[in-house]
């Protein structure tokens, strides 16, 4: 069993979370692969499409998104301490079945959180102009370290080009982080992409794991943490 701290691996979380111990997780915080919509994403997400990201599979944004919540969403809480929060970023349409697998495992929900990103992405019926963060808990309740912060979070997208077609900014990710861990705990990301939560522990103390099983995103987060 793996007993350090502060490492990525290249893989599939379904085999490498087995290598965590059980209860030795301090804190969850990942933006798991999920369908966007049948026969593909524009429309859903015209800046994730196809034409865009030729890398997209038809219905999602990430090659290897056929992965189904109940394949990791157990290991994920036997690897949690007891009285610990996981935040699980999920789209409107696959929201219902997050949660509804997740407290078949023995999550209990705590609050929906929403990322108001300010810039929109176009769609026939309204314009996205957020994404949500189910926040869940293992056991006991727990107070987060800022009870004063609201469940709406109005923090600037990353403009530009993006390292990943689903890269966050640092502010939201330390936000999470900081209200639901103290210095010295252990985070982890299953599906860390180009590794943003794991730079997000390096620079306010906190260790780190982080599994992703596309190669290209593994070797942009390994250089990004060197």
């Known amino acids: 069993m793996i007993k350090s701290v502060d490492y990525i691996k ?3 979380c379904r085999d490498l979370l087995q290598e965590i111990p059980t209860e030795s997780i301090d804190l969850l915080v990942t933006d798991c692969p999920y369908k966007l919509i049948s026969g593909g994403c524009t429309g859903m997400h015209g800046m994730l499409s196809g034409k865009e990201n030729p890398e997209i ?3 999602g944004v990430f ?13 994920v809480y036997r690897v949690l301490k007891n009285g610990t929060h996981a935040y699980i970023m999920v789209n409107g349409r696959n929201m219902a079945e997050l949660q509804t697998e997740a407290e ?4 209990k929900f705590v609050n929906l959180l929403v990322w108001e990103k300010n810039n929109a992405i176009a769609n026939r019926y309204y314009m996205y102009k957020c994404e ?8 006991k309740a ?4 800022h009870p004063g912060t609201a469940n709406v979070f ?13 890269q966050k900014p640092e502010e939201l990710i330390r936000l999470l982080i900081e209200n639901s861990s103290n210095v010295g705990d252990v985070i982890l990301d299953p599906f860390m992409g180009v590794g943003t939560t794991c730079i997000v522990c390096s620079k306010i103390n906190r260790h780190y794991i982080g599994f ?11 250089e990004r943490l060197m």
């Not at 090659?63 to 290991?75: P, R, V």
């Not at 078949?104 to 999550?107: I, L």
């Not at 727990?142 to 370290?145: A, E, L, Q």
């Not at 109005?154 to 689903?166: E, M, R, V, W, Y």
């Open 10 to 12: 290249h893989g599939d």
């Open 57 to 59: 599979k038809s219905g």
């Open 63 to 75: 090659l290897h998104n056929d992965i189904k919540f109940s394949e990791w969403l157990s290991e």
């Open 104 to 107: 078949k495992c023995g999550f």
């Open 132 to 139: 949500f963060i189910l926040l869940l808990r293992k056991g």
């Open 142 to 145: 727990r107070t987060i370290n």
């Open 154 to 166: 109005h923090i600037n997208n990353i403009s530009g080009k993006k390292l990943h077609p689903a």
């Open 212 to 222: 992703d099983i596309d190669e290209k995103y593994f070797k942009i987060a390994k």
